[in-house]
């Protein structure tokens, strides 16, 4: 599954650990490593020690009902990224990919590719919620501690599952293809030729969206996103239950000390919820909705030797929110899709801009940065994203921005000026060098053009997170919008909390943090 996350790929600004001038005030968790020989296509790999699990019950309990949005009964399915925050995710992704559990890849912000934005195939795309704001990861020191939400029997046998897979991730993840693409080998086509980015995906988005299943408002409406997404991969009701069979082999040969009939049961009424979700959200969108866009490249702007802001004309009409991403295939790679953010609100023409950064071994990004030029045609899959304006409010807005990560900040400093509001906007552009800052000069004319508007330029070393941002508040009354590198939106988090401002005010796309937001 894919994972979004509003998320900028790390683009050199985000420092160790992706913190950057966010100086994280904890080591964030690592991410699952990739195995040795990641590249491998997992549909050729021998299942090992197929007869040393315990036989799994028969998957007939996991069939998804139907693509209508009624549903007599549950009925399982694939489950969705981890892109985000974390994920996807940002948010190129991305993304991304939660806390817990991987998470997805997050649809990049401003146009990121991670590795962990999208995931093909038999998965939904990963999109954040577009109207619930993202939660924040947990409080800070200065935040009073919240009464922990009662776990229902499922969600901790699940969790149980998961602890107990914990030290075998990447063997978990290679026995599940395994079983996938030996057992039902037409969905290898689904997926890109190439699995070395995209093998952990899918699992992992499953993997968090079931550890996080109590958490039903972020859940659902993240799932539903995911659900539209996965359509430009061609995606079907009747693929569910595959991906369902797989994932439960692969969880019963590895939890050995916690799995029964009882976890099994748990994993199953989890999954098909998962499903159903995801299916009704697909039959409902392609009343009204393409599963995806062509588009015309019509300029390519190379800002620095590997930053361009390229400008696409959509074959039809693109509805979309300033502040979202959409996740991009190009030519050169097919169904291989990144997560980007549009870095300007709709105009009256239909054009739509990104800010692309070129990452090492970036397929997408290098292709969009080094090789694309007008007149050349990529796909768009569906926009996504939460981190958008609250127009029923006069509050404030403080915009922090890493690197490409300026790209869905100037869309909503764009929106606020187009609603003719006069709320105060802040927006605190932050990059390790000057050279870095490749769109201050739009942002300072941006400020010249609105006195509601301030932009405070941050370069690492000479200032530093929350310092900047402490000297020009207080910021109790402002909603605040977070877009950059995952390490950024950690420690960015963190630190506005402790500075006062709620968590229900802190807006991202980084799915990592969305999801983690259940714990």
């Not at 502040?323 to 980007?340: C, D, F, N």
């Not at 991202?508 to 999801?515: Q, R």
Request: glycine content about 8%.
């Amino acid at each position: 599954m894919d994972a979004p996350t509003t998320t900028s790929a790390d683009n050199g600004t985000s420092g160790e650990n992706g913190g950057g001038w966010f100086k994280p005030r904890r080591k964030p968790g690592a991410g699952s490593q990739q195995p040795p020989g990641q590249g491998s296509d997992p549909g050729q790999a021998r299942i090992p020690g197929a007869g040393a699990t315990r036989p799994s019950r028969s998957v007939s309990a996991i069939r998804p009902v139907g693509t209508g949005a009624s549903r007599p009964q549950p009925a399982p399915a694939p489950a969705a990224p981890v892109r985000h925050p974390a994920a996807e995710p940002r948010p190129e992704a991305p993304t991304t990919a939660p806390q817990a559990p991987p998470a997805p890849a997050v649809a990049e912000a401003s146009v990121r590719e991670a590795p962990a934005p999208e995931a093909p195939a038999p998965q939904p795309q990963a999109t954040e919620p577009q109207t619930a704001p993202a939660t924040p990861a947990p409080a800070g020191p200065a935040t009073p501690a919240e009464p922990a939400a009662p776990v229902s029997p499922d969600a901790a046998l699940v969790r149980r599952t998961l602890a107990d897979i914990g030290d075998d991730a990447d063997k978990v993840t290679s026995y599940f293809y395994a079983l996938l693409f030996t057992r039902h080998p037409e969905l290898r086509a689904l997926f890109p030729a190439a699995m070395d980015t995209q093998r952990d995906r899918l699992l992992k988005a499953l993997l968090t969206a079931a550890e996080h299943i109590d958490n039903k408002p972020v859940l659902t409406e993240y799932l539903r996103n995911l659900g539209r997404g996965h359509r430009k991969y061609g995606t079907q009701a009747s693929h569910y239950p595959a991906v369902g069979e797989a994932l439960l082999g692969a969880l019963a040969r590895y939890a050995t000390t916690t799995w029964d009939d009882e976890a099994e049961a748990a994993w199953i009424r989890t999954y098909t919820a998962i499903s159903q979700i995801m299916i009704d959200a697909v039959a409902e969108n392609e009343l009204r909705a393409p599963a995806w866009w062509q588009a015309e490249v019509v300029s390519h702007d190379l800002r620095t030797p590997e930053i361009a802001v390229i400008t696409l004309r959509p074959d039809q009409p693109y509805p979309f929110l300033a502040g979202q991403y959409t996740s991009l295939e190009t030519p050169w790679w097919p169904r291989i899709w990144r997560h980007y953010s549009f870095a300007a609100a709709p105009r009256p023409d239909g054009l739509l801009s990104f800010h692309v950064k070129a990452v090492p071994a970036g397929w997408v990004s290098n292709a969009l940065v080094h090789r694309a030029r007008p007149g050349d045609t990529v796909r768009l899959g569906p926009p996504a994203g939460s981190m958008t304006v609250d127009h029923t409010t006069d509050n404030g807005l403080l915009c922090l921005g890493g690197g490409t990560g300026i790209a869905p900040i100037k869309a909503l400093v764009e929106d606020v000026a187009e609603h003719g509001a006069r709320r105060p906007v802040d927006v605190f552009y932050g990059a390790r060098t000057d050279y870095d800052l490749y769109d201050i000069d739009t942002m300072l004319r941006l400020q010249q053009s609105h006195s509601w508007l301030s932009v405070h330029p941050i370069v690492d070393g000479r200032t530093q997170f929350p310092d900047a941002v402490l000297e020009h508040g207080p910021w109790n009354s402002h909603d605040a919008y977070l877009s950059g590198p995952p390490g950024m939106i950690r420690s960015g988090v963190d630190a506005l909390r402790s500075l006062g401002i709620p968590g229900d005010r802190i807006r991202h796309d980084s799915l990592e943090e969305l999801v983690a937001a259940g714990d």
